[in-house]
Every structure is written in C-alpha cells, then in structure tokens.
C-alpha cells in the first residue's frame, strides 16, 4: 500500500444525492442488513484506479472476478467464500469475506451485469449497506471503480470504524489491496495510483426507515411476510387433549388479577386492562421475549416473530396465533366468563407445541385470573444447535418466562389501573375547577 500514491478526499454529503440504489424487488430476505438499519452516518465512498496497457476488456474482467473474487482479494488478509455452488455469481449467491478475527462479512449478490455486480448485507455484517465493483474503457485506458453506500452495523461496529478508526484503516487496506490485484489480473499498469472519494451523511440527514404507521423496520417486515408461508412444527391434533404426559411437557400456572365487582367485566377494570395487554402481546419482559407482528393482522392466524434474548445471544423463530374464544361456562358449579387465544410454534423454532394465554372472571364472585397453559417438548427438526441448547439448558429458562409473564400480567395490570384512576382524579379536579 505505501508504494501506490492515494489520493483520498473528504466531504460533506447531502440527502438524496449520496443515498443508496434500490434493491431489486426480488432480493426480498427476512436477514437483509440494510442502510436504514445501521448505526451512525452513512458513508458513500468510492474506490478508483485508471490503468493502461491491458488486453483485457470490461466484460472479461467482471467475468473473471465473478468467477472467483480471490482472484483479486488479499487473501492473506481476506478470502470470497461461496456459500452455495461454484461457477460464475449469480443474483441471489450468497458468499461470506473471512477475515482473520471477528471480521466475516455475510453478503448477497444483489445484482449483475455483463460490467458490473453489487452485494447486499446480511445479518451479522459489520456494515450495513451496499458495494458496487464496475469496470469500464474510455479513450485513456481501462478504469475500474468500487462503490460503497453502509453506515455501522451495531453500536461496537460504530465505535470501531467512526471513534476508533481501526476499522476504517482495514476497509482501506482491504479495497486498495483489490484494487491492484485487479490491475495485475487484468495485465496492466497503473496509472496515477487510487483516488478515494468520501462523502459523510450525517445521521441527523438521514430520513428514518418508512415505518408505515405501524412501527416496523423494513427487516422486520420482511421477517413477518417469510413466516406467511411457514407451516407449524407439530402434527395437527398432537397435543389436543387428551394429552399424553409421557411425551409432552404440560404447564399450567394460575395468576389472581385485581378485584371486580360481581357480573360482567367492569369498563377500564381489570379484566379489560389485561385483555388489551394480550392481544398486544406485551405479557412478555422486552429484555427476554419480544414479539413482533403487523397491528393490521387479525388476531386470528396472526403470524408473530419472537425474538429471543439469552445473555449474549439473540434467537427469532415464529408463531401463529389460533382460535381466538371467548364464552362463558360453568366449572365446579360457577359461572366463569373466559377469553384467550393460543399460538403455535413454526418450523425452524427450536421447541414444538402450544401456549394458551386465558382470562378468567368469575362472574359470582367478581374474581379476575389470568391463567398460562403450555403443552410442549424439544423440536424434532429445525437448527440442530437451538434444538441441542434448548435440550441441554432451556427447560428451566422456560419455567423461568412462565413466571415471569404471570408475574408480569399482574404488576402490568395494577399500575395500569393505578394510571388510570390517576387520569380521572386530575380530570375530575381539572372540571370542578372550570
């Protein structure tokens, strides 16, 4: 690298004028990385050389380089895995960059042509966003141009490259290496070294990701739209009762609610306050569970996204909602008022079975419950390591979320309440001042 002249220029960038291309509409994947889900500025940068002498014209040399990338990577440093297949790259080819370190970078070929091919980000990328590689000939010589559009793709991401800079240093190390292997593949000479143009979008001039009034990133989108066609995991009727002990784990935990009056659900009481929290799906801690899923979608057949934390790991598998009841009935001899629904789990989760999530009043005594139901057991297909983990450590991790969403049910329910009665106290002062 200290043997070719860099010439590297830095400016101020503006929105639209340095914002990313359009993905095709066909590259539609639930583990896209993209831009509006970065961190910190977006970076528009580009990478370019002119060289002459060489026999070797712009369709030879895309041909060459999306054949093999090592061709032209520094592969002391860095190594274009194909994940999927040899032979030339084609749009939807997906090839990880090893580098030594936590450094791998998931990408996708988003798009190709006989001059050019770009790739897409995948989840787990350091960068989210989009490099475009393009060569072309004019009266000079042959010119070849790397393109990029990324902001950081998490927090430690940004720290490296925008505070630290180590990051950056590697990028840099990284696209002048390719540059002069491209040089040398194509059997020329550089002429007048590599020109890098940067432009910083800061985040303060970036529009937010169109959230389309409901509050949903675009990968999380993606994520619900690729559940619609995913069947359950379990046969259906397995775990209708009667349901056998020996071969299924079945849960039940009971949770005393506030107080009403006797009769029916009383307007803004308890019973109404936890049902709104349901079909929110807010009974779970945001810190372990949190699900994801259009507010336009039905509560029957929702398909739901969960997103899993435990310590350090992050885990998304999928849910349907089911039947949603709502009747009244009598059991022991009392009249009970009962609403719930229950969920399923899809393939690729790591467990196989049904939640039932259930409100009870008793319609005599004005009690109110919330009551937790679980028929469950390790998934027989999916990832063989979240099945393997979920044997080996979550049994107790998943009598844990079931206390903690009873749990949870309760203190929601009273402070909500609390809020309330707080509400109609300021407003009652407010109109007997007036």
């Known amino acids: 690298m200290w043997t070719t002249p860099i010439h590297r220029w830095a400016m101020t960038g503006s929105w639209p004028e340095d914002a990313p291309p359009d993905l095709p509409a066909g590259l539609d994947r639930p583990d896209l990385q993209s831009w509006q889900e970065g961190i910190g500025p977006l970076v528009h940068r580009i ?62 070929a988003a798009a190709a042509d006989e001059t050019s091919f770009r790739l897409a980000t995948l989840e787990g990328h350091l960068e989210a966003g989009q490099i475009e590689f393009r060569a072309a000939q004019d009266h000079a010589g042959g010119v070849f141009e790397i393109e990029s559009w990324a902001r950081n793709g998490d927090r430690l ?58 509050g949903l990133s675009p990968r999380d989108r993606r994520a619900l739209a690729a559940l619609a066609g995913r069947p359950e995991n379990l046969d259906p009727g397995v775990a209708e009762p009667p349901v056998d002990a020996s071969r299924w784990r079945i849960d039940e935990m009971v949770e005393p609610l506030p107080h009403e009056k006797p009769g029916l659900p009383e307007r803004g009481g308890s019973w109404e306050v936890a049902r709104r929290m349901m079909d929110a799906y807010q009974l779970a801690d945001p810190h372990v569970v949190t699900g994801v899923f259009a507010p336009e979608a039905p509560l029957p057949e929702r398909d739901m996204l969960l997103k899993i ?12 909602v089911g039947e949603v009841r709502e009747d009244t009935v009598e059991l022991d001899g009392r009249p009970v008022l009962r609403y719930g629904w229950a969920y399923r789990t899809l393939q690729g989760h790591f467990e196989e079975g049904e939640m039932l999530y259930e409100l009870r009043k008793w319609l005599d005594s004005g009690d109110v419950e919330f009551r937790l139901h679980a028929v469950s057991r390790p998934a027989r297909s999916g990832p063989l390591l979240l099945r393997l983990g979920f044997r080996l450590l979550g049994r107790n991790q998943q009598l844990r979320f079931y206390r903690q969403v009873c749990r949870r049910v309760k203190r929601l329910t009273e402070a909500q309440l609390e809020t309330e009665r707080a509400t109609a106290s300021r407003r009652k002062v407010v109109g007997s001042s007036a």
């Open 309 to 320: 934390h435990y310590g350090p790991l992050r885990f998304k598998v999928g849910v349907r």
């Open 47 to 108: 990478y370019r050389t002119r060289f002459t002498g060489s026999s070797m014209g712009p369709p030879d040399l895309i041909a060459a380089l999306t054949e093999d990338m090592d061709k032209v990577a520094p592969t002391e440093f860095a190594s274009f895995q194909k994940l999927d297949g040899e032979g030339p790259m084609r749009e939807g080819d997906e090839y990880v960059v090893r580098m030594p370190g936590p450094w791998d970078g998931p990408v996708v």
């Open 157 to 214: 991401s940004d720290l490296l490259y925008t505070h630290l800079q180590i990051s950056r240093e590697v990028q840099l190390h990284m696209w002048t290496s390719v540059l002069r292997n491209v040089v040398k593949l194509a059997g020329g000479r550089m002429d007048s070294g590599i020109v890098i143009t940067t432009r910083r979008v800061d985040p303060h001039a970036i529009p937010r990701f169109d959230e389309k009034e409901d």
